[in-house]
């Protein structure tokens, strides 16, 4: 926790609507009067973009280890909490993060199936006592999800898995989020605008 800004993270499979969250909580804070920094991971500052277009790349001619990335994803989530998180929320300012540590237990954890004990090891290295205030987990059936992603164009390396993949995600965000009381589920499936209700609804229970 920290004790300036508060730090907000949007999460959830491919098409859940991230993007569509972050302008609705955007909106929510900045007419509390709060100052709002957005991020996005990987990615957020230059060498972490230039990260992102790696990890994301789907025509490398190689085999992409679990284990390399996942280092990715962790090499960009610290160039990101040094260089933006950590001094944003130092200056008083809030940060809406689209993506955090979250999606590298589901995607890399559950989807990859890595072991708990490296994503620990990680967690504990890179995050520090920097953690989310409060996490809002957009959740959606993979297949709904994928297409909503599929209609925009070109899928990317990771977009490009298998179903079950993406299974397997999304039962390690719900595994974790029945544990985890600043997680709150947001059912995704549904119209957008019961989505962006149960987004106002649930920031408003956290008192934010
Ligand atoms: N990754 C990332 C890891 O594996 N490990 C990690 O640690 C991290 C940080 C990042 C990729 O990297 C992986 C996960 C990802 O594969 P990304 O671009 O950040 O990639 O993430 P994506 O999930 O690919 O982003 P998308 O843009 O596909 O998803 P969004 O932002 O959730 O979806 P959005 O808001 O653009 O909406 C998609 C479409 O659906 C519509 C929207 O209008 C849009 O057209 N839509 C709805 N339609 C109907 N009803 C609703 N309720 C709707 N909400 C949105």
């Known amino acids: 926790m920290s004790s300036n800004g508060k730090f907000i993270v949007i999460e959830g499979l491919e098409g859940a609507g991230k993007s569509t969250a972050i302008a609705t909580v955007k909106q929510y804070l900045e007419s509390r009067g709060h100052q709002v920094v957005c991020t996005r991971e990987p990615g957020g500052t230059p060498l972490a973009e230039q990260l ?6 789907a025509d490398l001619q190689e085999k992409v280890a679990p284990e390399t990335e ?65 996490t809002l987990y957009l959740d959606i059936d993979p297949a709904q999800g994928l297409a909503r992603a599929a209609s925009r ?14 299974q397997r995600t999304r039962a390690k965000y719900l595994e974790i989020a029945a544990k985890e009381p600043n997680i709150v589920v947001i059912d995704a499936g549904q119209p957008l605008i019961q989505v962006q209700q149960a987004l106002r609804q649930a920031l408003q229970a956290a008192g934010v």
Request: proline share 2%.
């Open 52 to 57: 992102r277009t790696l990890v994301k790349q």
């Open 153 to 166: 164009g070109e899928l990317d390396r990771i977009e490009q898995e298998q179903l079950s993949f993406f």
């Open 70 to 134: 996942l280092l990715l994803m962790y090499a960009s989530r610290v160039q990101l909490l040094t260089n933006v998180i950590r001094p944003a929320l130092a200056a008083g300012n809030w940060v809406l993060a689209d993506r955090h540590d979250l999606s590298s237990r589901a995607y890399q954890g559950g989807g990859r199936q890595l072991g708990d004990s490296l994503l620990d090891t990680l967690r504990t290295a890179v995050l520090g006592d920097t953690r989310p205030d409060l």
